[in-house]
């Protein structure tokens, strides 16, 4: 695996960009240019202690309507917060509101070229709700990248994902740039309310109801009897978080090297992250019945995979949400997951083979997010999660059932937690202005 740095778009495109492929003209090329070598890692000190300071506090202004949204992150991208920018603008489009999208995906050189829904020609500057997709160590550099004039005449609502009981300093500072705040799970709400009186809304990641095909596991080249175990994560979204060794070890002593079991982990952004490859790889350590897809896919191809399997493992050490989780059970396939942080608001103990944990100090400082003194997050049990691998493979009426209470489950929870209401709560007690009606 390489490691070569990325590079700003080439002189070739600098003429196209002046005059504003978009019609935004000259200064919006100039905040571009400006955002986007902030974006760099080099520049990592300026964008998140000193960049923020340069912007002027969020105004909570009252808004003519809540109807108009726009949504600011990396939709093109095909990370977790990628993802989840694409299912907010989804969800909106669904519920009826003029919806436009924003992509800062190439500001932080995380553009994979995956569609989104969402207008694109949002007015000049924007006076709606804007959303920023974007966790506080990227808000200033969003703001810069998606237009400061905008900013400073929407109503901003940031959607903050968060997977420790501790906030880091910068997420406390960066309170001051937000008007409210929408969380994907009442874990996140829990870190963040401790430090502001501004209003803190759950809203889980609206995981579409998709109908997977099922059946497909001769793409991967794979007997229908096989059983088939996976697990999606990128290595940009904290490897250590994500825990994807305790996943090999746990299914390697459940069925050592059978070639009946199959193992397959969907993952992106190995080139990029080089030493994590490799901890992984000598964990698999050849063994013929694990295997490593990285690339980027579709989110159908994603959600295929995940449905052609017989069993979906998140041995994760801590989740804001847990979006591959939700998105298996929606999918039909029954999900082994650890007993901890934000995937606990749709985990059903009944339905999800819930794994418990011990609680280790974090040690894994991923470019300085989770450098905090104190921190602790989940050990899970890795005999545990073996035992339910094999319970899964031996019993398939077991994992019919369980996956199906699953589903029930979650679409129940997600209907009740909607971006819909959450505006809607908006648009009553911050706003000032009636309710927008639901689609």
Known sequence: MSNEPRTLAGAGETNARLHGRKGRGVAAYLLREIARPLAAPSARLVKRTLLPLLIRPAAGRKLASPSTVRVVGWLSS?????????????????????????????????????????????????????????????????????????????????????????????????????????????????????????????????????????????????????????????????????????????????????????????????????????????????????????????DAEIIGLIASSDAYVSLHRSEGFGLTIAEAILAGTPAIATNWSGNIDFCHPESTALIDCAFTPVQAAHNGAFDIAGAVWADPNIDAAAIWLRRFRDDERLRLDMAKAARSHLSRYLGQHSYAAAIGRLAVDRLGVPRPPAA
């Open 78 to 298: 095909s990370t977790g917060l990628g993802n989840s920018a694409r299912l907010c603008a989804n969800a909106l489009d669904e519920a009826g509101y003029t919806v436009f999208a924003d992509n800062v995906s190439r500001f932080f050189f995380s553009d994979d070229n995956l569609s989104f829904n969402g207008r694109t020609d949002a007015p000049r500057p924007f006076a709606g709700i804007s959303i920023y997709h974007l966790n506080p160590p990227m808000l200033a550099t969003g703001i810069l990248a998606s237009g400061l004039r905008s900013y400073r005449s929407s109503f901003n609502v940031g959607f903050w994902a968060w997977e420790l009981e501790r906030l880091p300093s910068e997420w406390i500072a960066a309170l001051r740039l937000v008007d409210a705040l929408f969380v994907p799970s009442f874990f996140t709400k829990s870190a963040i309310e401790k430090h502001t009186t501004k209003p803190i809304i759950v809203v889980p990641h609206p995981v579409a109801l998709r109908h997977a095909p099922r059946g497909e596991k001769a793409r991967y080249g794979l007997a229908d009897q096989t059983f088939v175990v996976s697990s999606v994560f990128s290595f940009s979204s904290a490897f250590e978080r994500k825990n994807p060794l305790a996943c090999v070890t746990a299914f390697k002593r459940a069925f050592g090297s059978s070639p009946t079991a199959q193992l397959i982990l969907k993952t992106t952004q190995a080139r990029n992250y080089p030493a994590q490859y490799r901890a992984l790889i000598d964990c698999i350590a050849n063994a013929p019945n694990i295997r490593i897809l990285d690339a980027v896919w579709p």
